[in-house]
């Protein structure tokens, strides 16, 4: 039993990695996936393949070779000349990440909420800093407790939104002038970002569990669930014309479908941007640590200034230039990762 509850707390970071601004308020998965219609459904799919097997390999693998950093975990895939330039990239995609989660707390307040931008800064970074204060138990304890409420919302959405349209007609729909070749690339590009950003949070907590049946049984639960919320939230977002012009579309549906819970998905929204804040914030500093020997309060507010200043950016514009960019660079390390052997296959 006590390897099954480190195994779903494993899964909770994962998710929750994963899970941030873009995915929680819809605008990614239409990025990626909506945009093409059933297309991006079959997407998907490879996606969540991708998700459940290669997520766990990351933590295996990180186990074999002992490493404790994604600089050592690239180190691996790329050998030591490639893997600087690897290591300086990730580190630019975190800090682009984190930028991106920032910029969709603010747009969350602003867009739904009515209120300053500045709100939504300062709350949020007020309740980073005090997480990440507590170490890897605060991360811990935030996964566990949002990521299953943003599972039952989630389907609890889905459900009254797909009964009140026109759904199985939208869900068949494909754009015209969609080419298949282009969803598939969107489905690998959408994996290697995120499992490239994911590596920074699941190889340290890999190590820091050491137990190979744990971690992988964690990332295969993690994967399983990450496509089940990518499927709902697909069916979701087909039940609304257009998507691509609002930079919240789930809040917009759930507005519109399902008003007595409108302020609560709010909250989950919120909680879905933090977890993948302070997530990819602790993969940071486990870098940054090996480097410069300074407190953590010093190196989170160093991340915080640098992340404000790029998140002033538009939260769509930010998002719909860096994310493709990022996932398309990554595929040399899905390539990589994908294969290189390991016991995952035993």
Not at 13 to 18: A, I, L, Q, S
């Amino acid at each position: 039993m006590k390897k099954w509850t480190s195994a779903f707390q494993v899964a909770a970071v994962y998710v929750g990695t994963v899970i941030g601004a873009g995915f929680a308020t819809g605008r990614e998965i239409v990025e990626f996936f909506t945009r093409f219609g059933f297309l991006g459904f079959l997407a998907i799919l490879l996606s969540g393949y991708l998700f459940i097997y290669l997520g766990a390999k990351i933590m295996v693998k990180a186990i074999e070779i002992r490493a404790t950093s994604f600089e050592e975990f690239n180190e691996y895939l790329f050998g030591k000349k490639l893997s600087k330039a690897m290591n300086i990239f990730t580190m630019i995609m975190l800090i682009g990440v984190c930028a991106v989660m920032l910029s969709g707390a603010e747009a969350l307040f602003s867009e739904q909420l009515g209120f300053a931008r500045s709100i939504g800064t300062f709350l949020t970074i007020t309740l980073a800093m005090l997480v990440m204060a507590v170490g890897v138990q605060g991360l811990f304890a935030v996964n566990i407790f949002v990521v299953p409420i943003l599972i039952v919302f989630n389907f609890l959405v889905m459900c009254t939104s797909i009964t009140s349209h026109h759904f199985l007609e939208n869900f068949l729909f494909t754009p015209d002038g969609i080419e298949s070749w282009k969803a598939g690339a969107a489905a690998f590009s959408y994996s290697a970002l995120n499992l490239a950003l994911a590596q920074a949070v699941l190889v340290p907590i890999a190590i820091e569990i050491n137990d190979i049946a744990i971690v992988k049984r964690g990332g295969q639960i993690g994967g399983v669930l990450l496509t089940l919320i990518l499927i709902s939230s697909h069916f979701t977002l087909t039940t609304l014309p257009d998507p691509v012009v609002f930079d919240i579309p789930m809040a917009v549906i759930v507005k519109e479908a399902a008003a007595g819970i409108y302020f609560i998905y709010l909250f989950i929204i919120f909680g879905e941007i933090f977890t993948s804040l302070i997530g990819n914030m602790y993969g940071l500093e486990r870098q940054i640590r090996r480097y410069a020997k300074i407190g953590s309060l010093w190196i989170h507010g160093g991340i915080i200034i640098i992340v404000y200043f790029i998140s002033r950016i538009e939260y769509g514009t930010l998002l719909g230039f860096l994310y493709p960019l990022f996932g398309y660079v990554s595929l040399a390390f899905l390539l990589l990762l994908w294969t290189k052997p390991s016991s995952i296959n035993n």
